[in-house]
């Protein structure tokens, strides 16, 4: 609970370092379960009030997880290891089923064919059913969110899909163009951060949370959520599909430039600049590995990883102030857990290296 007066210290950082990431998942995620597990059982309830033919086809999404940790930090906030009850399960099934949407419509975006191991449902069954069936995801969560006594839970799930889609449009338009940093960094907290927040925000309202740290701990998950999505961006790029288990390279396909782009145009000379926007602008896969080369030699992962272990920083500040009851001490872990995920994607995860 999160208003616990039980005082756990942080864990030291040199014990962060000697744990594997799944690891350090496993350890995180085992006091929390009952309550994931209890989502997962929900959001499949959900489901089955769609029309039986489209039904089948959202348990497909639904069914396929990934960690959850959009649910996962609704009950760090709302300190769900200590029991909860139903409507903190609803709002974690509302921004689950947000964000699901979004996935399918990202995968129709980005032309992805896999996605954690499976094929997408745009693969399955082509573009018009899929977005047409996360339009329906949308709506039911929308449909969940007016059904709580307050008008507030439905009020913020509206405004944060608006920000979610209006930050995909913004990412949409830009490309071809060659983006700030500052732009970047406003795009991917209004398509991804602001869904994090989100779910600590009503993790504290719906939880066990002090009334004043909501503020702080959405400020929390919006920097935790900027973290991800660079990792994310960074993991589009110098990752594998084999580790990843989804599409990767769509990113320069659709002519994104993401935040490690963005440190190579930053590092180049004027000239180089333009030879480098100019192929990216008509990136073809056999550039892969002249564009690998370039990454490596300004070590753009490296400093990329320096720019995600800032935000995580800025996460934990967030919770400083508050008593390190266990709730907190996960959410600290938390973003520990994502600082893992990147080193390890820097020792672990060669470049792709397709010829020339």
């Known amino acids: 609970m999160l208003a616990s007066k039980v005082d756990i210290p942080p864990q030291p950082s ?116 899929t977005v047409l069936l996360g339009d329906c995801l949308f709506a039911h969560a929308l449909r969940l969110a007016a059904s709580f006594p307050t008008t507030k839970v439905c009020h913020a799930v509206a405004e944060a899909t608006k920000r979610v889609c209006s930050g995909e449009i913004l990412q949409t338009l830009n490309q071809t163009k060659n983006p700030s940093r500052p732009a970047y960094l406003r795009i991917i907290e209004m398509k991804t951060a602001e869904l994090f927040g989100l779910a600590c925000e009503l993790g504290a309202l719906y939880g ?9 701990l959405r400020k929390y998950g919006l920097a935790l959520g900027t973290a991800y999505q660079i990792y994310d961006d960074c993991l589009d790029i110098f990752g594998t599909e084999e580790v990843s288990g989804k599409s990767l390279g769509t990113d320069l396909v659709k002519e994104k430039h993401t935040l490690p782009i963005l440190i190579l145009l930053e590092e180049s000379s004027e000239t180089e600049k333009n030879q480098i926007i100019s ?29 995600v272990c800032t935000i995580l920083s800025d996460a934990q500040a967030c919770l400083d102030a508050m008593e390190r009851s266990q709730s907190v001490a996960a959410l600290y872990k938390l973003s520990d857990f994502l600082e893992l995920k990147v080193d390890e994607m820097a020792l672990t995860l060669a470049p792709r290296t397709e010829p020339d």
């Open 14 to 129: 040199e014990d962060r370092k000697s744990i594997a990431p799944n690891e350090a998942w496993d350890q995180l995620v085992h006091p929390y379960q009952e309550f994931l597990d209890a989502v997962s059982a929900e959001l499949l309830v959900q489901v089955e009030t769609f029309e039986p033919e489209i039904a089948e086809h959202a348990t497909y999404v639904i069914s396929n997880p990934g960690k959850r940790l959009r649910p996962l930090l609704v009950g760090l906030a709302g300190g769900a290891h200590l029991g909860f009850e139903k409507p903190l399960v609803d709002v974690a099934v509302v921004i689950e089923m947000v964000h699901l949407a979004t996935l399918v419509h990202d995968d129709i975006l980005d032309a992805a064919e896999i996605r954690r191991n499976r094929p997408t449902l745009a693969t399955k069954l082509g573009n018009d059913v």
């Open 208 to 216: 066990s949370a002090h009334p004043e740290h909501s503020e702080a």
């Open 279 to 307: 192929k990216l602008n008509q990136w073809d896969r056999c550039h892969t590995k002249w564009l690998m080369t370039l990454l490596k030699r300004q070590q753009v992962l490296e400093k990329s990883r320096d720019v």
